[in-house]
């Protein structure tokens, strides 16, 4: 199944530079056949690149519009997200930045890293999210590598999904995932290793650092927060390996097989009115 890329925008040092295509994009179940371009899986700016970049696939007469945002713990869900874009035909525009979780620019934790290209990065989403017609959906997730330790980001972040579903933006809020031991991706690719369990976590350790955006935004009632631990979890252990796919491609990330394999869960947490023709 394809799904077709309809814009290109981006913005480098002040400079804006807009592209029209109609070329077809490959979705999950062909993503590696490496034969369409642009692939959806490079639609994001790299840490401390002072850029803004948006991307949009799917319909030109879509049901409904769909914006994913955030950072790279964000972007490992473009595949399954494509995914539902296809069965419920969605547009789907994706606004990511590496190390960058979404937050309002004016309330930036000051103890937050990348400040100088993360400030500006949420500006420019912010404005961009202003001047367009409002999403109907935007789903979001953010790396607690960065939240956890920062001050304020509870007020931070609150602050900007308010500006969204001000405008009656339903918001899908994807709590962020268990991580894995040191080392757990080549620890993964030993057979023997992932049989005798060597390369599980315990989940007192996978979640130790604990998403502090789900109580943030929990008294906003346009936000779904969906949790996907027990995917990933049992009452004690993280599996480094479920369901026949490798769950992660660094310590902290998953990988593009794992992701899949958490479709049925963001599709449950999708608001029930946008997967439905509007009446």
């Known amino acids: 199944m394809l799904l077709r890329f309809t814009k290109y925008f981006l913005v480098v040092a002040g400079i804006c530079l807009a592209v029209a295509s109609g070329s077809s994009v490959a979705s999950a179940q062909t993503a590696d056949s490496g034969d369409s371009q642009p692939s959806p899986n490079m639609c994001h700016v790299a840490p401390r690149v002072k850029a803004f970049l948006v991307c949009t696939y799917g319909s030109d007469q879509p049901t409904y519009r769909v914006a994913l945002t955030g950072?790279?713990?964000?972007?490992?869900?473009?595949?399954?997200?494509l995914e539902l874009a296809n069965k419920y035909g969605w547009s789907?525009?994706?606004?990511?930045?590496?190390?960058?979780?979404?937050?309002?620019?004016?309330?930036?934790?000051?103890?937050?890293?990348n400040k100088q290209t993360c400030s500006w990065w949420n500006d420019k989403r912010e404005k961009y999210f202003?001047?367009?017609?409002?999403?109907?959906?935007?789903?979001?997730?953010?790396?607690t590598y960065i939240t956890h330790y920062a001050k304020n980001i509870d007020e931070a972040f609150a602050s900007t999904v308010k500006k969204i579903t001000d405008r009656k933006t339903q918001f899908l809020l994807i709590r962020d995932n268990p991580k894995g031991i040191p080392g757990v991706a080549a620890c993964s690719l030993n057979s023997a290793k992932v049989l005798r369990g060597r390369c599980d976590n315990k989940k007192t350790s996978a979640m130790y650092l604990s998403d502090p955006l789900p109580v943030a935004v929990a008294k906003n009632q346009q936000v779904v927060v969906a949790d996907l631990t027990s995917f990933y979890c049992d009452?004690?252990?993280?599996?480094?390996?479920?369901?026949?796919?490798?769950?992660?491609?660094?310590?902290?990330?998953?990988?593009l097989h794992w992701a899949l394999n958490l479709l049925s869960g963001i599709d449950a947490a999708v608001p029930e009115n946008l997967k439905h023709p509007r009446l």
Not at 92 to 113: E, G, H, Q, R, W
Not at 243 to 251: K, L, M
Request: glycine share 2%.
């Open 71 to 81: 950072d790279s713990h964000a972007m490992q869900y473009q595949m399954p997200v």
């Open 92 to 113: 789907v525009t994706f606004v990511l930045k590496s190390a960058c979780p979404v937050v309002d620019p004016l309330l930036y934790p000051i103890n937050m890293s």
């Open 130 to 143: 202003k001047k367009q017609e409002p999403f109907d959906l935007v789903i979001n997730s953010n790396s």
């Open 235 to 255: 009452k004690s252990k993280c599996y480094a390996n479920r369901f026949g796919s490798n769950v992660y491609r660094d310590d902290g990330h998953v990988s």
